[in-house]
């Protein structure tokens, strides 16, 4: 079972900064927070994982709360190519498996 | 990031036959790989969990007799669809978890059965 939530989708204007929010209210301790995204009729891209402090890479950003209860994933400057659904995932503990939720269709605006 | 690839990357077949999917992990050795299908408008479903030299570990609701994965190699895993029916039609996506525990995917396979 999916353990998080997010916005059904999302509008974001290219060139913009794109944040996209994700509930994680029930995470355990040992568990990580992590992004994919899909772009249509393509397998997933790991974006970027997290476990309490924040973290950065090429691709994004991930905030984390302190208490652990949700997320935000920004794009610092979308582009037309960052259109696609992207999924919040929680992992970790006894199953340790990525469980795909339903996500948030990203769609950028030219 | 890993590189994953899948092959191949569609294939169209008639009902009964049987049809492999091969999953390789390119770059790295992957003692763990994972099988997701995904339908049309939908989100991915985990199907089973492949470990390297051991028996796949199926979801629940997941026929084993039905999808045969072998993991007979750290870098290869197959998935092999027996007695194809049209509702076994597709998107069937592979995954490898690297040495530090990410997971990358594979493209994908876009199965169509007749």
């Known amino acids: 079972d999916a353990k998080t939530t997010q916005p059904t989708s999302m509008d974001c204007a290219e060139g913009r900064a794109a944040n996209l929010p994700c509930n994680h209210s029930t995470i355990s301790g040992n568990e990580y927070v992590y992004w994919y995204r899909q772009i249509h009729s393509q397998g997933p891209q790991y974006i970027i994982h997290?476990?309490?402090n924040n973290e950065t890479n090429e691709m994004a950003s991930l905030i984390i709360t302190e208490d652990r209860k949700s997320s935000t994933l920004i794009l610092p400057h979308a582009t037309l190519r960052d259109t696609a659904v992207y999924y919040c995932?929680?992992?970790?503990?006894?199953?340790?498996?990525?469980?795909f939720g339903t996500g948030t269709l990203l769609a950028v605006q030219p | 990031g890993a590189v994953v690839s899948q092959h191949p990357s569609w294939v169209i077949c008639k009902s009964g036959t049987s049809v492999k999917i091969e999953c390789r992990s390119l770059d790295f050795q992957a003692t763990t790989m994972f099988w997701y299908r995904q339908f049309p408008k939908q989100s991915l479903m985990l199907m089973a969990t492949s470990n390297e030299g051991s028996k796949a570990t199926y979801e629940q609701g997941v026929e084993k007799d039905k999808f045969l994965i072998n993991h007979a190699s750290l870098t290869l895993s197959t998935l092999t669809v027996t007695s194809a029916h049209p509702e076994d039609s597709s998107f069937y996506i592979c995954?490898?978890?690297?040495?530090?525990?990410?997971?990358?995917f594979g493209p994908g396979t876009r199965l169509t059965v007749l």
């Open positions: 995932i929680v992992r970790g503990g006894a199953t340790n498996k990525l469980i």
């Open positions: 995954s490898a978890r690297d040495y530090i525990d990410t997971q990358y």
């Open positions: 997290g476990l309490k």
